[in-house]
């Protein structure tokens, strides 16, 4: 079981490695700072799943995924609950929501699309390509394409710290991470959250 210490421990090596991140891109060294950038977000997951799993565990995935991908699938969750603490900022009403246009708003937003590229593996094969090399394939991350989103991660890294900050998030997130496990609709696992009804403020 993680404690306050532990937990502590990992976020400040996140945010060694973000600040790393950065001092790599005012050397225009682009792509570590991109991979460097994407395990400091990963370290930030770490930080939700192992909390989460320390109040109560999580079901199993149903599907195989590295570990890697559920820290980054976390971190973007915790994402999609900031988004609903500020579009329903005086708390959620369930008997009036039209879940339907919620997840649609949710799926098209910044967060949603976020969470697609992490579940198809995208940002986790950029972060192994600027890091290797393969000796038959060119599959290190360009640098042009490294400079252009080293900047999107870092800023999903800040948003991210900030968000850990709310009780409401991290419930949020939750309830998205375990609706995207389980299968369950998001308003089912997040109207069992306690919590999450109540005001985002």
Request: glycine share 6%.
């Amino acid at each position: 079981m993680s404690d306050n210490k532990q937990l502590s421990l990992i976020l400040g090596n996140a945010t060694r490695l973000l600040d790393d991140a950065r001092l790599l891109v005012d050397h225009r060294r682009f792509a570590s700072a991109f991979a460097l950038a994407v395990l400091g977000v990963e370290e930030i997951g770490k930080v939700l799943i192992e909390s989460w799993e320390a109040e109560k565990p999580l079901a199993k995935p149903k599907t195989r995924q590295s570990k890697h991908i559920r820290k980054q699938a976390a971190v973007a969750n915790l994402l999609a609950g900031a988004l609903l603490a500020r579009t329903f900022p005086n708390g959620v009403d369930w008997a009036t929501l039209d879940t339907d246009a919620l997840t649609k708003a949710f799926n098209d937003s910044e967060e949603g699309e976020l969470l697609v590229l992490i579940r198809e593996g995208h940002l986790d094969r950029r972060k192994q390509n600027a890091l290797y090399q393969d000796d038959d394939l060119i599959t290190a991350v360009e640098e042009e394409f490294a400079a252009l989103h080293v900047g999107g991660i870092l800023h999903i890294a800040s948003h991210a710290q900030e968000a850990l900050a709310s009780p409401f998030n991290r419930l949020a997130a939750r309830g998205f991470y375990e609706a995207t496990v389980l299968g369950v609709s998001v308003s089912d696992r997040l109207r069992d959250q306690p919590g999450t009804s109540e005001s985002a403020r």
